[in-house]
């Protein structure tokens, strides 16, 4: 059997991780959970392994956009997708977050489905 593809969830509300996980969990991805930039960075410089990474932009400590340049910047997770989530109507946050090298974004609040669809379309670009 193969690996299952690892997910990444970081989000500083865990009902967010919750719902997100439950999701991914159903499409048969396995589930890694970060609450912070910081823990997300910590847990990929130790070999956590995520083909992707759905980054939440606002957190506390340092941002989404933050992050997503930090993991941009170490060339061992070029390979790593990474698609921020955002809060409705902060569409000019979306656009930086390409610019920092986001490969996507979702708006939230996301259908669950939805959100499952557009990793697996993300995941097979």
Do not use: H, W
């Not at 690996?3 to 991805?29: G, Q, R």
């Not at 946050?93 to 986001?102: C, P, S, T, Y």
């Amino acid at each position: 059997m193969a690996d299952k593809i690892k997910i990444m969830v970081v989000d500083d509300e865990p009902d967010i991780v919750k719902i997100v996980k439950i999701a991914m969990e159903l499409a048969n991805f396995e589930v890694i959970e970060a609450y912070s930039g910081e823990e997300c960075l910590e847990k990929i410089s130790k070999g956590a392994d995520p083909s992707l990474i759905l980054l939440d932009i606002m957190m506390p400590g340092i941002s989404g956009y933050e992050t997503c340049g930090k993991i941009r910047a170490n060339k061992d997770f070029k390979n790593v997708k990474i698609v921020m989530l955002t809060a409705k109507g902060q569409k000019g946050d979306a656009e930086e977050g390409l610019k920092v090298g986001a490969d996507d974004y979702i708006i939230k609040p996301f259908d669950p489905y939805e959100l499952i669809e557009q990793v697996k379309e993300i995941l097979e670009r």
